[in-house]
């Protein structure tokens, strides 16, 4: 999400000669010892380890000795001490002190099959040649079978019942009316569980229910208040620019009623979990999140009423959000269903997201998936990182994605929870084209705008006009553009983290080879080279 990286240097150096990595699993850092015995049998040094002594030298033979052939003979003597003490002292230990010289001694190492496994592993080579031969070839398969409707709304009912098929004309947002329960009179927001954990929109919430009765509309006796679905959403990838985007969007007075840019609700929260490490907690009902929107439903219905200032924009105005984590994470199903065989998600948050919404506008944000995933590594992980540690998390996550390749698919292994949480960085978030791919199964081509930060940092003004008009909001006020323009960058990198400097060049060679052909495919899909960022 951050539009600094963009800003920064990086370096830029290439190094084409490392074609192997040596690959240690994570699971071998804890090391076992392993007793190492020697065979003295097929060795020529016995004599090399016998000192004869003979007669004691004389003090005048002494001095005729050159100094250096004394130092040399002491030296000698010494070193022979201490090889043979090493031997003595550490012989049920790891080894001798001192290496010998493989040419005396000839090791026999005993070892369980569990510490050979182990040590193999370590040994173990990428041959990225073949790795992206491999990638290649899996990216040329069946486009997945969207569920059929019925599946879908009977996987969940209560979000069906509340939603309707149709939405009031006339309004450009996706909003009806839903029937006011005099249960809610004295605080429609109470029980909401979005207030108990943003403190900003329990400030929002606390201004609408002091009027929120003046909102409600009459008919046949009874109360209704106006709902609302996002018009837009902005769906990834994280540490791509999307807070910037959000925020900057807000400026514009047909966008500006949005209170919270990533609810997280179509992927986690409606499932229960907000943290997946920490859990189900409790589930998010889907009024919490039209509540999300209630800011910009009154503005609307203050216009229907006709109480507004007489702008007849009011009707325009447009809902949104941004959660990052709407494009890639369907980790949910997993942890629900974990009893069931399915290798991938049976359902995506797409499916649901067209059925109740099909008019849906889609903008996906993105940039160099190898500085996306340092920007990823720097921004979520708290202590001890460096370049060097960097390195390492993703020569161990690309070893683990390769396992999973020689045995499933590209989108399995892209999609599977398990191997997500075993690689120590998020390498399949940058693996745009498998998710992007999934979400053109169910939305149309013009549904979606793509957009990289490269771009959105190098020229703001144009990258945000594109956004306008895909939403086809009005132009905006000289007044607006400007403050627009000047608006500080959102969530930019912290001071610590740029002074760790950029990844190692093998890092960043290492990882644009193994992008490579997912890039190709993606610049393929959207008819634009730039998704190759072969000039980043």
Same mark, same amino acid.
């Given at each position: 999400?951050?539009?600094?990286?963009?800003?920064?240097?990086?370096?830029?150096?290439?190094?084409?000669?490392?074609?192997?990595?040596?690959?240690?699993?994570?699971?071998?850092?804890?090391?076992?010892?392993?007793?190492?015995?020697?065979?003295?049998?097929?060795?020529?040094?016995?004599?090399?380890?016998?000192?004869?002594?003979?007669?004691?030298?004389? #003090?005048?033979? /002494? $001095? !005729?000795? %050159?100094?250096?052939? &004394?130092?040399?003979? +002491?030296?000698?003597?010494?070193?022979?001490? =201490?090889?043979?003490?090493?031997?003595?002292?550490?012989?049920?230990?790891?080894?001798?002190?001192?290496?010998?010289?493989?040419?005396?001694?000839?090791?026999?190492?005993?070892?369980?099959?569990?510490?050979?496994?182990?040590?193999?592993?370590?040994?173990?080579?990428?041959?990225?040649?073949?790795?992206?031969?491999?990638?290649?070839?899996?990216?040329?398969?069946?486009?997945?079978?969207?569920?059929?409707?019925?599946?879908?709304?009977?996987?969940?009912?209560?979000?069906?019942?509340?939603?309707?098929?149709?939405?009031?004309?006339?309004?450009?947002?996706?909003?009806?009316?839903?029937?006011?329960?005099?249960?809610?009179?004295?605080?429609?927001?109470?029980?909401? #569980?979005?207030? /108990? $954990? !943003?403190? %900003?929109?329990?400030? &929002?919430?606390?201004? +609408?229910?002091?009027?929120?009765?003046?909102? =409600?509309?009459?008919?046949?006796?009874?109360?209704?208040?106006?709902?609302?679905?996002?018009?837009?959403?902005?769906?990834?990838?994280?540490?791509?620019?999307?807070?910037?985007?959000?925020?900057?969007?807000?400026?514009?007075?047909?966008?500006?009623?949005?209170?919270?840019?990533?609810?997280?609700?179509?992927?986690?929260?409606?499932?229960?979990?907000?943290?997946?490490?920490?859990?189900?907690?409790?589930?998010?009902?889907?009024?919490?999140?039209?509540?999300?929107?209630?800011?910009?439903?009154?503005?609307?219905?203050?216009?229907?009423?006709?109480?507004?200032?007489?702008?007849?924009?009011?009707?325009?105005?447009?809902?949104?959000?941004?959660?990052?984590?709407?494009?890639?994470?369907?980790?949910?199903? %997993?942890?629900?269903?974990?009893?069931?065989?399915?290798?991938?998600?049976?359902?995506?948050?797409?499916?649901?997201?067209?059925?109740?919404?099909?008019?849906?506008?889609?903008?996906?944000?993105?940039?160099?998936?190898?500085?996306?995933?340092?920007?990823?590594?720097?921004?979520?992980?708290?202590?001890?990182?460096?370049?060097?540690?960097?390195?390492?998390?993703?020569?161990?996550?690309?070893?683990?994605?390769?396992?999973?390749?020689?045995?499933?698919?590209?989108?399995?292994?892209?999609?599977?929870?398990?191997?997500?949480?075993?690689?120590?960085?998020?390498?399949?978030?940058?693996?745009?084209?498998?998710?992007?791919?999934?979400?053109?199964?169910?939305?149309?081509?013009?549904?979606?705008?793509?957009?990289?930060?490269?771009?959105?940092?190098?020229?703001?003004?144009?990258?945000?006009?594109?956004?306008?008009?895909?939403?086809?909001?009005?132009?905006?006020?000289?007044?607006?553009?400007?403050?627009?323009?000047?608006?500080?960058?959102?969530?930019?990198?912290?001071?610590?983290?740029?002074?760790?400097?950029?990844?190692?060049?093998?890092?960043?060679?290492?990882?644009?080879?193994?992008?490579?052909?997912?890039?190709?495919?993606?610049?393929?899909?959207?008819?634009?080279?730039?998704?190759?960022?072969?000039?980043?």
């Amino acid at each position: 999400m951050t539009l600094s990286d963009c800003k920064y240097g990086s370096n830029t150096q290439t190094d084409h000669s490392h074609r192997l990595h040596s690959l240690p699993m994570a699971e071998n850092y804890e090391k076992r010892p392993i007793r190492t015995f020697f065979d003295f049998r097929h060795t020529n040094m016995s004599e090399n380890l016998v000192v004869k002594w003979g007669p004691l030298l004389s #003090l005048t033979q /002494l $001095r !005729s000795v %050159s100094k250096v052939k &004394v130092v040399s003979f +002491l030296m000698g003597l010494t070193l022979t001490f =201490l090889v043979m003490a090493s031997y003595i002292l550490t012989w049920d230990k790891k080894g001798s002190l001192f290496t010998p010289s493989p040419d005396h001694f000839r090791p026999v190492v005993v070892l369980t099959s569990t510490a050979a496994d182990e040590v193999s592993s370590e040994k173990k080579l990428i041959d990225m040649k073949s790795l992206v031969k491999n990638i290649s070839s899996k990216l040329e398969y069946t486009p997945r079978k969207v569920p059929d409707k019925k599946d879908i709304i009977e996987t969940d009912s209560r979000l069906f019942s509340v939603i309707p098929r149709h939405f009031l004309p006339g309004i450009k947002s996706p909003c009806w009316y839903e029937e006011f329960s005099s249960e809610l009179s004295t605080d429609p927001y109470k029980r909401n #569980l979005f207030t /108990l $954990r !943003s403190k %900003s929109f329990k400030t &929002v919430c606390d201004h +609408l229910k002091t009027n929120f009765h003046q909102h =409600l509309h009459h008919r046949d006796s009874k109360l209704f208040r106006l709902r609302c679905l996002p018009f837009f959403y902005i769906i990834g990838q994280p540490k791509c620019g999307t807070t910037d985007l959000f925020h900057r969007l807000l400026l514009h007075p047909e966008v500006k009623f949005n209170t919270m840019k990533e609810p997280h609700w179509w992927t986690r929260k409606r499932f229960g979990y907000i943290r997946f490490k920490d859990g189900f907690q409790e589930s998010f009902p889907v009024e919490d999140y039209l509540d999300l929107f209630d800011l910009a439903a009154h503005n609307i219905q203050k216009e229907i009423s006709g109480n507004s200032s007489g702008d007849h924009r009011t009707l325009q105005l447009i809902t949104g959000e941004a959660s990052a984590s709407t494009m890639w994470d369907n980790q949910a199903w %997993s942890y629900l269903h974990g009893d069931r065989e399915e290798t991938e998600p049976p359902f995506l948050a797409q499916d649901f997201i067209h059925t109740v919404q099909p008019g849906a506008k889609i903008i996906i944000m993105l940039r160099d998936p190898v500085e996306r995933l340092y920007s990823d590594y720097l921004y979520f992980k708290m202590a001890n990182k460096s370049a060097e540690d960097f390195h390492q998390k993703v020569i161990e996550s690309v070893q683990l994605f390769q396992s999973c390749l020689s045995e499933r698919s590209l989108r399995s292994c892209v999609y599977n929870t398990s191997l997500s949480n075993a690689m120590p960085v998020r390498l399949n978030l940058g693996m745009y084209i498998i998710f992007l791919l999934d979400w053109l199964t169910v939305f149309h081509r013009e549904q979606i705008l793509v957009l990289r930060l490269e771009d959105y940092a190098a020229n703001l003004n144009v990258t945000i006009k594109k956004v306008f008009d895909f939403l086809s909001v009005g132009p905006l006020s000289e007044q607006v553009e400007v403050a627009l323009t000047k608006r500080p960058m959102s969530n930019t990198r912290r001071a610590a983290d740029r002074n760790l400097g950029p990844m190692l060049p093998a890092t960043r060679d290492f990882l644009r080879e193994f992008h490579q052909p997912l890039n190709h495919k993606l610049a393929s899909v959207l008819d634009n080279k730039a998704f190759l960022w072969s000039n980043t």
